[in-house]
């Protein structure tokens, strides 16, 4: 979400510019305190207005052929050098009605605002550095207190906003950054050329998928209505249960018994859509439908509302971005359809962290990496061998447990050899539960031994004999200290579970409450009654 000024910048009325009348090349800015500073107009290579400059210019047309072949990913734009050409074509400033060159910049995305961009070098990095590079004009229009402006080299004061004032911008100068703003806006809009605007960079968002697992989208193809939504009375469109996909590609477009259909506009043979939705969009709204499974008439009803939003949302490091934001989206989709009554989907959210272990392989002669499960390897004298042939294998470093890498341990396994609340206390003890999780079987070994000597020292004392709870009389220091411990311990735990949630460091107390138990000498009953 951007909060800025939507302006234009007025065209001659001149070919190539102009097809017969005066046009307007609109902008976007949340700068437009440094409208003044305007040195060049930059516009993306998908921009009609570089389309039309490139008609009698084959070097243009090369370049822009060039920028389309490039990623128009963010993360890549942000990196890549930056790079254009002049189209030789101008137009009018809206304020100052100087004459602004429009050049055509690899940078600019004619997916976000308006396609094309104003250039103010002095205080904006990235112009700054693109002005210097094809010896453009840069024009100081903004000034810090106590700095000087120099075109040496970018300094950080050149695009800070919360100090600096209007300098060399007429009846502007003095002004700060929102008083600016408002004041351009103004008049902008006073001329006809520009308005407050806020922006959303949101892109649509390509859901259908060429597979039989997912839900139905519902639209029926008819060669009179053209694409035919399917009526809410036949919804939901339900998927045959007894298909074999066999790799060649979506098995519904084999199965005529689902593609045939009637039109629900005019009722001639059509064609129903075979794509099916991402699974994104189910699993965006799947803790809502749990509240109430058994509703046939919609999405949710009126339970969704006792229910939700989640208090307690736990998830995987690699949803922690794409998931949530689709989550929200639906969730207050849902709010303004009045599906629900909350605003958020979740109250709070722990990320947990990576099950991490070691990874093994061979390589061959073409490259193709074979890996070994660590179950399989051994280390002798410091070289990792494999236990099947005895040859070596490459120690690949510590990853996240995958099938890719065969460095996953079987909880099963584990389960056999050592019971389930050994696999259960190693996990949780190993590390925070928002960090990652460094597997080691020997760590696996410790958690048993520490159940076995708790088992151990429950059994001897219940085989002594039943006893009563301590409720009071005089103790020795050593039960004082222990008994100290002991409520120390229950208000430790009780916060690391319920408000930190730290089981590691709830464990660790336990195993502390452990040790002092085991030192607390006596079999009289006052001790024993203690130790129950």
Known sequence: KSVGVRLAFKSPPTPPFSKGGEELLWVFTTRAD????????????????????????????????????????????????????????????????????????????????????????????????????????????????????????????????????????????????????????????????????????????????????????????????????????????????????????NPLNKRADFINCACPKCGAPARRETDTMDTFVESSWYYARYTCPDFDGGMLDARANKWLPVDQYIGGIEHAILHLLYARFFHKLMRDEGLVTSDEPFVNLLTQGMVIADTYYREDASGKKTWFNPADVELRDGVAICKTDGAPVVVGGTEKMSKSKNNGVDPQALIDLYGADTARLFTMFAAPPEQSLEWSDAGVEGAHRFLRRLWKASYEHLQAGAVAAYTGGELSEAAKTLRRQLHQTIQKVSDDIERRKQFNTAIAAVMELMNALAKLEGDDATTRSVRQ
């Not at 003044?36 to 107009?41: P, Y």
């Not at 002049?86 to 304020?95: E, M, Q, R």
């Not at 094309?116 to 903004?142: C, N, S, T």
């Not at 300098?167 to 050329?193: F, P, Q, R, W």
């Open 34 to 249: 440094t409208l003044m500073g305007v040195t060049f107009v930059a516009v993306s290579a998908e921009h009609p207005l570089a389309t039309r400059a490139a008609e009698n210019d084959p070097a243009l047309a090369a370049f822009i052929a060039e920028c389309k072949q490039g990623s128009v990913a963010e993360a890549d734009m942000a990196t890549m050098e930056k790079k254009g050409m002049d189209t030789g074509l101008k137009v009018i400033h809206p304020l100052t009605g100087e004459a602004v060159p429009v050049w055509v910049g690899n940078y600019v995305l004619m997916s976000y605002g308006e396609g094309a961009v104003m250039a103010v070098p002095a205080h904006d990095e990235r112009d700054f550095g693109f002005a210097q590079k094809y010896k453009l004009p840069i024009k100081q229009v903004i000034g810090v207190e106590g700095e000087t402006f120099s075109l040496d080299a970018w300094a950080e004061w050149y695009g800070d906003k919360s100090r600096g004032h209007c300098v060399n911008s007429g009846k502007y100068d003095g002004l700060g950054y929102t008083a600016a703003v408002d004041a351009i806006a103004a008049d902008l809009e006073k001329l006809g050329l520009g308005e407050k605007k806020t922006q959303f960079r949101l892109r649509d968002w390509g859901i259908s998928r060429q597979r039989y697992w997912g839900c139905p989208i519902p639209i029926v193809h008819c060669d009179s209505c053209g694409d035919v939504p399917v009526p809410a009375e036949q919804l939901p469109v339900v998927l045959p249960e007894d298909v074999v996909p066999d790799g060649s590609g």
